[in-house]
């Protein structure tokens, strides 16, 4: 670690992986409501635990791609952070207002939580991902802010590179695509453009730009690789996901009421987005090749290689698998759909802000690599979590395929919940490995706290 | 050098004009199918060998350029072909 | 760029390719649609392209031999032919709009004015580049040993052509 200010990124990573932990129980409390249906009634009903699942998904990259800019964009300025202070202010701020919301879900009936957070002033609750009350949403803007003019001020007195333009060009996005978020029409066809604006334009658009100019960051530090190379790297793969990514919007427009000539435009355009995903995966391997040191952090090499894998794996090989119109039609809404869901938020964004945490915390906490056996732990707990989510994916989608053909391909088609009935061994196996998942991430929060014999100090 | 630039221009409007030429002489369908196709091939040639000059470039943007050429202009014939039978 | 410019021949291959396979399947109406079109518009368009694509060889062939001034008085006459494509596919589409015709008209005229206002912003961002090469070239920022960005400005240039020569062909003429 360079610059002192940097330590401001350890609170953000240690609440992310917190938040990450509740994320993955709640999904194993769903996934078991999936095939015991009363399973916690009437404590936590199916809808509110999957509102708590994904918004604290959410929420904890959010606090990981926070950490990961106030880590990355000091040293990439080589000045220290224009406000610690202010950015550490945020971080308490953003933590209470979360858990606040996450209460919120849990304790009130959400009909009374709207009508006590002002919803009737401004109606903006109600939709997936973007269920926090208004003050909820109000105060993630007020964050987002402060952060951008923090990361703003030190990037535009400091060195301006390549990769910390690209980040803050993304946490501009970031915020500026979830303004979309304030507006919620009564015009059904309208909303969903909306909606989509923020969550396709977010996972599929800026959010590739944070998460390659993280994955470009870790990986010069660790393969010792010219900076122009990367760079040149970085500026082809966001190119083309900004290309592909935006006109892609279409590929969720097939449906919705909107023009028909969508199924021509998203699908071609869709199509074209695991470019920029298969292009990180050659992109990690190429650097890691080509290598001029061997850094002692193993474990974050790992982690970096395995983002790139899963992230085409998740996005460019799932995502394009239902992409075209003419499969989408029969795909729409399905187990297949989830199935990507997972595979492509846990490839992405997920193991990328554990390559940013796995690189930086030694860093933080004053040794360049952790111990050999905390590095075994930690990469156990790499392939538990990966290994369990191709399983988890995997399961999703035989499930999807049968649902699709029982539900709506079958010559006699079969209700929602019959064919639901019939795939529940799929889902089983679902929560199998899903409780697998969970024993790799206690491993991974394990390996913060064994210690053993220190590698070398040196950065 | 130029000068075959120049000859290379007239060429392409020359076959522009043979192109918009045999789709006014009310020919059937069929007769103006490979003519027209068979000039936008050399068109595309022209502009890919000469103008963007990758004739002797480094081998593989060449190949895969002109590739994308015969393969698209191949199958659009494939497809109307198809369409008239 | 070379890595852009495959992307983008892509794009409009898997256009070129699905216009052509709709059209298996709904000759009569494309046929009919298409006899609506400007064909005269498109050929004056072509000539223009054509003509700009020769005029950027000569850019190049200028500033190698370090005519900086010739250089961006070609590029000039390249952009006047480009600004003219503009100004006649806008008469061109004006016109169409004119005679309530849009994107959900049908399948053809879906991709008529689809790929055609694909192509024309690729016109304009090709504008915008050699805009930026003419400025640079006429300031003297290009010299016989290093000038490529004028090579780079007109591959891309060549690239807005060279998918023109087909669209053109495979849109207003075959049928
Ligand atoms: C890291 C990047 C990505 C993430 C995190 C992601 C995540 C998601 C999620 C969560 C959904 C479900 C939204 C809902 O609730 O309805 C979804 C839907 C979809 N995604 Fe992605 N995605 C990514 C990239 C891609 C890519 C690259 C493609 C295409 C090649 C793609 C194609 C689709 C399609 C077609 C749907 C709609 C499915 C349906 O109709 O039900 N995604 N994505
Ligand atoms: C490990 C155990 C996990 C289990 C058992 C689980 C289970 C579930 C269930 C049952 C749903 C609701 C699906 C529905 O509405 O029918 C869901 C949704 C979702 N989960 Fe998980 N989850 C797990 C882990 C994760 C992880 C690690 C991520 C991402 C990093 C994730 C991201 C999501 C997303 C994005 C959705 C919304 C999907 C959509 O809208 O299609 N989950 N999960
Ligand atoms: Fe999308």
């Not at chain 1, 926070?66 to 950015?87: D, Q, V």
């Not at chain 1, 933590?95 to 606040?100: H, Y």
């Not at chain 3, 003297?140 to 998918?163: I, Q």
Request: proline share 3%; with cysteine.
């Amino acid at each position: 670690m360079k610059y002192k200010s940097q330590a401001v990124a350890k609170p953000y990573f240690i609440a992310a992986i917190g938040l990450f932990l509740g994320q993955i129980v709640f999904g194993l409390i769903m996934g078991l409501q999936y095939v015991v249906g009363d399973f916690l009634f009437p404590a936590i009903p199916f809808n509110v635990a999957r509102m708590v699942h994904t918004n604290l998904l959410i929420v904890w990259l959010l606090f990981g791609f926070m950490g990961a800019a106030y880590y990355l964009i000091p040293e990439e300025s080589e000045r220290e952070l224009h406000s610690p202070k202010l950015a550490l202010a945020m971080f308490w701020i953003f933590l209470v207002a979360g858990a606040a919301t996450i209460l919120g879900y849990l304790l009130v009936p959400y009909a009374s939580l709207a009508k006590w957070t002002g919803n009737d002033l401004l109606a903006t609750m109600g939709r997936e991902f973007l269920e926090q009350p208004l003050p909820t949403k109000i105060g993630i803007v007020v964050v987002a802010l402060a952060m951008l003019y923090n990361l703003s001020m030190t990037v535009l007195r400091g060195r301006k590179t390549t990769i910390n333009l690209v980040m803050l060009i993304g946490l501009w996005g970031l915020a500026i695509f979830f303004l979309f978020s304030f507006y919620n029409p009564g015009n059904l066809v309208k909303d969903k453009y909306y909606w989509w604006w923020v969550v396709h334009l977010w996972v599929e658009g800026v959010w590739e730009l944070i998460m390659g100019a993280m994955l470009a960051f870790v990986l010069i530090k660790v393969t010792g690789v010219d900076r122009e190379v990367i760079e040149k790297w970085l500026y082809v793969i966001i190119a083309m996901a900004l290309i592909s990514g935006l006109i892609g919007t279409g590929h969720h427009y097939y449906w919705i009421g909107a023009p028909e000539y969508w199924q021509w435009w998203g699908s071609v355009f869709s199509a074209l987005e695991p470019i920029p995903f298969f292009m990180m995966t050659v992109f990690a391997f190429n650097m890691v090749n080509r290598r001029r040191r061997e850094h002692p952090n193993k474990a974050a090499v790992l982690w970096a290689l395995g983002t790139g894998v899963m992230a085409f794996l998740g996005a460019g090989v799932w995502g394009f698998l239902h992409t075209l119109a003419p499969v989408n039609f029969y795909t729409h809404g399905s187990q297949i759909t989830a199935a990507h869901g997972h595979m492509a938020f846990y490839g992405a964004y997920a193991m990328v802000v554990m390559t940013m945490i796995s690189y930086t915390m030694p860093l933080m906490r004053g040794r360049a690599a952790n111990s050999r056996i905390s590095q075994v732990v930690e990469m156990w707990s790499f392939w538990l979590m990966t290994v369990a989510m191709v399983f988890i994916t995997l399961f999703l989608t035989a499930a999807g395929i049968l649902q699709i053909w029982l539900q709506r391909i079958a010559a006699e088609p079969m209700s929602f919940m019959a064919a639901q009935e019939q795939v529940s061994l799929f889902y089983w196996m679902r929560e199998v490995s899903g409780l697998i998942f969970l024993v790799g991430l206690v491993l991974y929060i394990a390996s913060f706290f064994i210690k053993g014999k220190s590698e070398a100090a040196t950065a | 050098m130029m000068k075959a630039a120049t000859f290379q221009w007239l060429i392409l409007l020359a076959m522009t004009a043979v192109a918009v030429g045999l789709s006014q002489a009310s020919l059937s369908d069929n007769a103006i199918l490979a003519p027209v196709l068979l000039t936008t091939l050399v068109k595309g040639r022209i502009v890919i060998d000469r103008f963007m000059a990758l004739q002797g470039a480094i081998a593989p943007w060449r190949w895969i350029v002109l590739g994308w050429l015969v393969v698209v202009v191949g199958l659009i014939g494939f497809a109307f072909h198809m369409a008239q039978t | 760029m070379w890595f852009f410019i495959l992307a983008e021949l892509l794009v409009f291959g898997v256009f070129f390719l699905a216009y052509a396979f709709a059209r298996t399947r709904n000759v009569e109406l494309f046929n009919a649609s298409q006899l609506e079109l400007d064909q005269l518009s498109g050929a004056i368009n072509t000539v223009l392209l054509i003509s700009s694509s020769y005029f950027v060889v000569r850019a190049v062939d200028q500033i190698r031999h370090d005519r900086s001034r010739s250089c961006a008085y070609w590029l000039i006459a390249a952009m006047t032919c480009g600004g003219t494509f503009l100004a006649l596919k806008l008469v061109e589409f004006g016109a169409k709009i004119e005679a309530g015709i849009s994107m959900s008209t049908n399948t053809f005229f879906m991709f008529y004015l689809g790929l055609g206002f694909f192509h024309f912003m690729h016109v304009v961002l090709g504008m915008v580049i050699l805009g930026a090469v003419t400025l640079k070239a006429w300031k003297g920022g290009y010299s016989a040993t290093s000038y490529g960005g004028v090579e780079t400005g007109a591959a891309y240039w060549h690239m807005v052509d060279l998918v023109w020569i087909i669209l053109f062909p495979l849109i207003y003429v075959l049928h």
